[in-house]
Nanobody, 114 residues
Framework: QVQLVESGGGLVQAGGSLRLSCAAS????????VGWYRQAPGKQRELVAL???????NYADSVKGRFTVSRDSAKNTLYLQMNSLKPEDTAVYYC????????WGQGTQVTVSS
């Protein structure tokens, strides 16, 4: 059972930046397409960024140009650099595989004030 632990969230003003991290208990990021998801109150969880095994990335239109996903396979860690944050980015952020998911971690709360 792989454990995923997200961190790096917090309270930030609109226009600010945060860097999220996701640590996995074993190697998954280099052998699976993985991504960052978020879930805002009252809304469904959505995929906002993904990175493939070959390093290609893709983003939801709502975050394109502002968020950057990357990984450090040696550290079994996935990152999400979030710039120019907006209040609508407020959500709990999770990492997981794209496709059949692993067990979800606890997520990390991101709150963007206007």
């Amino acid at each position: 059972q792989v454990q995923l632990v997200e961190s790096g969230g917090g309270l930030v003003q609109a226009g600010g930046s945060l860097r999220l991290s996701c640590a996995a208990s074993r190697t998954i990021f280099s052998i699976n397409t993985v991504g960052w998801y978020r879930q805002a109150p009252g809304k469904q969880r959505e995929l906002v960024a993904l990175i493939t095994t070959s390093g290609n990335t893709n983003y939801a239109d709502s975050v394109k140009g502002r968020f950057t996903v990357s990984r450090d396979s040696a550290k079994n860690t996935l990152y999400l650099q979030m710039n120019s944050l907006k209040p609508e980015d407020t959500a709990v952020y999770y990492c997981n595989t794209v496709g059949p998911p692993l067990s979800w971690g606890q997520g990390t709360q991101v709150t963007v004030s206007s």
